[in-house]
């Protein structure tokens, strides 16, 4: 059974900056990619970026320059630097992890909302 425990979310004006974090636990085998996506409402839930365990990471092209996803192998964790955000960037925000096993699982979500 896996965990994925995400945090960070919350609501921030335009032009600001939160941290996303998220930690997985439990029987968590050679992870390979971790990835963050979200979903806003009445829409269909989009990639927002990964990061495989060489390190290369891709992003969607609306958050590319904005966003930093990064991994702490050692603590089976994926962080996400949202920056100058805005409010089209209000969604719900998913952790997901694929094992080497195929293996994957989704976070619970962690509400981000962009509002003056």
């Known amino acids: 059974q896996v965990q994925l425990v995400e945090s960070g979310g919350g609501l921030v004006q335009p032009g600001g900056s939160l941290r996303l974090s998220c930690a997985a636990s439990g029987s968590i085998f050679n992870i390979r990619t971790m990835a963050w996506y979200r979903q806003a409402p009445g829409k269909e839930r989009e990639l927002v970026a990964r990061?495989?365990?060489?390190?290369?990471?891709n992003y969607a092209d609306s958050m590319k320059g904005r966003f930093t996803i990064s991994r702490d192998k050692a603590k089976n964790s994926v962080y996400l630097q949202m920056n100058s955000l805005k409010p089209e960037d209000t969604a719900v925000y998913y952790c997901w992890i694929m094992m080497d096993t195929g293996f994957n699982s989704w976070g619970q979500g962690t509400q981000v909302t962009v509002s003056s």
């Open positions: 990061i495989l365990s060489d390190g290369r990471t």
